[in-house]
């Protein structure tokens, strides 16, 4: 009696080798040809009519064409430009031109590894501080989130990195007093800018204002009969109240029509109807800090110190943190914590306590 064959599954084939052993193994069509492209060889039919199944849906999730590095950094570019500021479009530009030389702008996205972004942070790290380094990690993250999000990557390389720790510093600040100082020797250098110069100093360290949000401040956001200003923050708008000096520094600054030069305009007391405060934006606002740097010898001098001084002279002033969050729009306790330089001695603390009756509570103020 002969015995029954074993039906096979479909797309599936047997073969006898030399020893009389069988083996199996499953077939796919490959090109307009219908050329077959065969799974290895296995000793279950069943096991090699899987194999054909499991590459047939690798082929299925993979991108119909290879995106190289280059395709995602200009996606991700048409997206900042389209929703993000021009400061934002010019940081990312500035380091995803350093990532594509690094890494090569033809390189496949899902070809590059943790190990070759570990490598990158290593050398990096011999040329730069640790913050600049975080800065090409970040734009390394949108970048492959942006891969991810559109399903040509499967996950984050990046998530098996590690971003460089950067060490506490001190931050850059400056007393009262010594700000009195820089301002009147900006107004006595007799450079064509001054008073215009002397003014963005003095707004930036009487509202607490960001580099980023003077140099979004419009004429039309100035109201210096109420003393209020609109603040096109990072995350948020919102209307703030300046005081006296600020008004007057603003004046100075939206000082005469478009076209004509500040110093004059101001002296005949005219103010701008509309366009920004600053002419020239972020970039006139770094000059003059590049400028007064080099012409003082003071190299703290720049916009942020004068955030960290505004904020330090409002909890050196005796207010309490919520104030200070509401005035410096800042959301956590603990970057106030961090803007706060107030140095106190220890002794005057401790002070305090007592088990003496009728001792008085002594504060650090008193």
């Not at 820089?182 to 064509?192: D, L, T």
């Not at 001084?309 to 914590?337: C, E, K, N, P, W």
């Not at 107030?342 to 305090?352: I, T």
């Amino acid at each position: 009696m002969a015995k029954p064959t074993r039906k096979l599954p479909e797309f599936v084939e047997e073969i006898r080798l030399k020893s009389g052993a069988l083996r199996y193994r499953s077939w796919i069509p490959a090109g307009r040809s219908g050329k077959r492209v065969w799974t290895r060889r296995v000793d279950d039919p069943i096991l090699a009519r899987r194999l054909r199944d499991r590459a047939i849906r690798l082929c299925d999730a993979a991108p119909t064409r290879a995106h190289s590095l280059a395709d995602v950094v200009e996606r991700v570019e048409a997206e900042i430009t389209t929703d993000g500021t021009a400061g934002y479009l010019r940081w990312f530009r500035g380091h995803s031109a350093l990532i594509l030389e690094r890494f090569g702008a033809k390189t496949q996205v899902h070809r590059i590894r943790a190990e070759q972004i570990q490598a990158f942070k290593r050398v990096r790290l011999l040329e730069v501080s640790p913050a600049s380094v975080r800065h090409d990690f970040s734009v390394l993250s949108l970048v492959f989130r942006y891969a991810v999000r559109h399903d040509i990557l499967d996950r984050n390389p990046l998530d098996k990195v590690k971003r460089p720790r950067v060490d506490g510093r001190e931050m850059d600040w400056f007393t009262q007093e010594e700000l009195v100082t820089i301002v009147e020797r900006v107004q006595a250098s007799g450079f064509p800018s001054a008073n215009t110069d002397a003014a963005i100093i003095s707004t930036l360290y009487l509202t607490g204002l960001r580099l980023s949000e003077l140099a979004r401040l419009q004429v039309t956001d100035v109201d210096l009969v109420r003393r209020t200003i609109w603040i096109r923050g990072k995350r948020r708008h919102e209307q703030a109240g300046i005081a006296l000096e600020a008004a007057a520094a603003l004046r100075v600054l939206m000082a005469g029509p478009c076209g004509t030069t500040r110093d004059n305009a101001g002296q005949r007391g005219t103010t701008r109807d509309k366009g920004p405060v600053v002419d020239g934006g972020y970039e006139a606002i770094r000059r003059c800090f590049r400028r007064w740097q080099a012409r003082l010898k003071e190299p703290r001098l720049h916009a942020h110190a004068l955030r960290h001084s505004f904020v330090t002279t409002l909890v050196q002033a005796g207010h309490d943190l919520d104030v200070v969050m509401d005035h410096a729009r800042i959301r956590s306790v603990a970057t106030v914590l961090r803007y706060n330089h107030r140095r106190v001695d220890p002794a005057q603390v401790l002070g305090a306590l007592s088990l003496r009756r009728g001792s008085p509570l002594r504060r650090v103020s008193d």
